[in-house]
T-cell receptor, first 117, second 117 residues
Framework: GAGVSQTPSNKVTEKGKYVELRCDPISGHTALYWYRQSLGQGPEFLIYFQGTGAADDSGLPNDRFFAVRPEGSVSTLKIQRTERGDSAVYLC???????????????FGPGTRLTVL | AQSVTQLGSHVSVSEGALVLLRCNYSSSVPPYLFWYVQYPNQGLQLLLKYTSAATLVKGINGFEAEFKKSETSFHLTKPSAHMSDAAEYFCAVTDNAGGTSYGKLTFGQGTILTVHP
């Protein structure tokens, strides 16, 4: 079956603009994670969804960042008033169970490269 | 708080030589540990994971890693490097204390492996 997909693959925007990044997880995966990978760094956790609800959003850097998963499948990461420091690759991952299986394999998408000019 | 340290941001080996990528963790409880590989323009792919069943873990593509609690280490090895192993490798940890961890991963900074003919 298909893996995790993310759109767009690249996004260039201007400082102060609003952007939306989309993640389409593997069908049937209830857990969905967003990570951010800055240049030369490992991915950093942003937010975790179990089903439709955000179970842990402790990694969101500030209130300009918000994510939703209204039907428990596709998720959208939303960034308001973008800043140059938001430039990074945003990764999405999904796994089968999440809460009940914390060692379940997370399958990652290819990422969206966000560049804020 | 958990953390992961990967010693050496770049490792270079000759084809056929031993590959050794180092990972040390810091955690208040014995964690679960993972190695992921990232090929250019691709998503992160799980190589192997330690979930306390066995300290020596075998993964895909001939890689293996050994969990050493006394050394707080989880180094990745492969007896003989192939050109196709050239990629970036990430060590990651998740807290096995259960409850709020939800399986979110804390990654190291990554090690770029170069394989010379």
């Amino acid at each position: 079956g298909a893996g995790v997909s993310q759109t767009p693959s690249n996004k260039v925007t201007e400082k102060g603009k609003y952007v939306e990044l989309r993640c389409d997880p593997i069908s049937g995966h209830t857990a969905l994670y967003w990570y951010r990978q800055s240049l030369g760094q490992g991915p950093e956790f942003l937010i975790y969804f179990q089903g439709t609800g955000a179970a842990d959003d402790s990694g969101l850097p500030n209130d300009r960042f918000f994510a939703v998963r209204p039907e428990g499948s596709v998720s959208t990461l939303k960034i308001q008033r973008t800043e140059r420091g938001d430039s990074a690759v945003y990764l999405c991952a999904s796994s089968q169970r999440g809460l009940a299986g914390i060692t379940d394999t997370q399958y990652f998408g290819p990422g969206t490269r966000l560049t804020v000019l | 708080a958990q953390s992961v340290t990967q010693l050496g941001s770049h490792v270079s080996v000759s084809e056929g030589a031993l590959v050794l990528l180092r990972c040390n963790y810091s955690s208040s409880v014995p964690p679960y540990l993972f190695w992921y590989v990232q090929y250019p323009n691709q998503g992160l792919q799980l190589l192997l994971k330690y979930t306390s069943a066995a300290t020596l873990v075998k993964g895909i593509n001939g890689f293996e890693a050994e969990f050493k609690k006394s050394e707080t280490s989880f180094h990745l090895t492969k007896p003989s490097a192939h050109m196709s192993d050239a990629a970036e490798y990430f060590c990651a940890v998740t807290d096995n204390a259960g409850g709020t961890s939800y399986g979110k991963l804390t990654f190291g900074q990554g090690t770029i492996l170069t394989v010379h003919p």
